[in-house]
């Protein structure tokens, strides 16, 4: 439920996060733990203004939300672990590696 709902946050203007690029790298990666753990359905992959992305819905007739795919590095990747740990408060748990 977590993850779902700073998910949703993250959709809304003017949400939180660093900036729109990390907003969306953020919340690309919760679109994918979401369709893994089967809370969003995975309807189709698509390319929009010359970027990859995701379409994903929360199942059912739920409205299409189409993900664009972000450019992510290893730093960035690690960066968006330590801030969706912080996000929903699990200390450092995730993706932590020295």
Known sequence: AAL???????G???ADGDGAEGRDGLRY???LELVR??????????REGG?????VRAGGDAELITIPAPALGEQEL???????TEELG???VAGERS
């Open 4 to 10: 779902e709902g700073l998910f949703a946050r993250l």
């Open 12 to 14: 809304q203007p003017g």
């Open 29 to 31: 990666l919760l679109a």
């Open 37 to 46: 753990r089967r809370r969003l359905e995975l309807v189709d992959l698509a």
């Open 51 to 55: 970027a990859d992305c995701i379409v």
């Open 78 to 84: 690690r960066r968006l672990g330590r801030e969706l």
């Open 90 to 92: 699990l200390g450092g």
